[in-house]
């Protein structure tokens, strides 16, 4: 026997084990799949049970809604989508129209006009430091002669 043998890994348990195992059974159409199935599975035998009749109907008419609803929601995302793209491409129109333009009005008013705050675009700002003294002029050190070298090489 090898010492490399594992063990089969326990099924998950579910979080509440009265409702099953429900995993992948919470979109709509992973519900309508399981509504219809068992529609489909008690036709045949609907006959023995007169008093599900009533409620088969009423499943019938709820898996109609359902998927009217599933496919009016798929439209939704579609236009939601198609939208998203228009925004899109209107705010990156919008962007370059309004670069455009407040370029044209720095080169008419100036860079640093106040006037430009009238069109939503900020004057620039003053660049550098104000207030502060300049630092004193380094004095150059005098050069410091070394000796040659030893090394034959380095006076190669």
């Known amino acids: 026997m090898s010492a490399n043998t594992t063990t089969p890994t326990p099924p998950r348990t579910p979080k509440n084990p009265a409702k099953g195992n429900q995993q992948g059974q919470t979109t709509l159409a992973a519900k309508i799949n399981r509504w219809e199935a068992m529609s489909n599975n008690i036709t045949p035998v609907l006959e023995n049970f007169p008093q ?9 008419q709820t898996i109609a809604d359902a998927k009217v609803l599933r ?3 798929q439209a939704m995302k579609a236009d939601v989508q198609g ?9 990156a129109t919008g962007e370059d ?9 720095r080169f008419a008013f100036g860079t640093d006009s106040e006037r430009l705050a009238a069109f939503s675009v900020k004057p620039r700002r003053k660049t550098g430091r104000t207030g ?4 004193p002029a380094l004095i150059p050190a005098t050069e410091v002669s070394t000796p ?3 090394d034959p090489k ?3």
């Open 71 to 73: 496919d009016h929601l």
């Open 52 to 60: 599900l009749k009533t409620f088969h109907s009423q499943l019938q």
């Open 132 to 135: 502060k003294q300049p630092a």
């Open 97 to 105: 129209l309004f670069a455009h333009l407040s370029l044209g009005l």
């Open 148 to 150: 040659p070298a030893a």
């Open 154 to 156: 380095a006076a190669k």
């Open 83 to 91: 939208s998203t793209s228009q925004r899109k491409e209107l705010i």
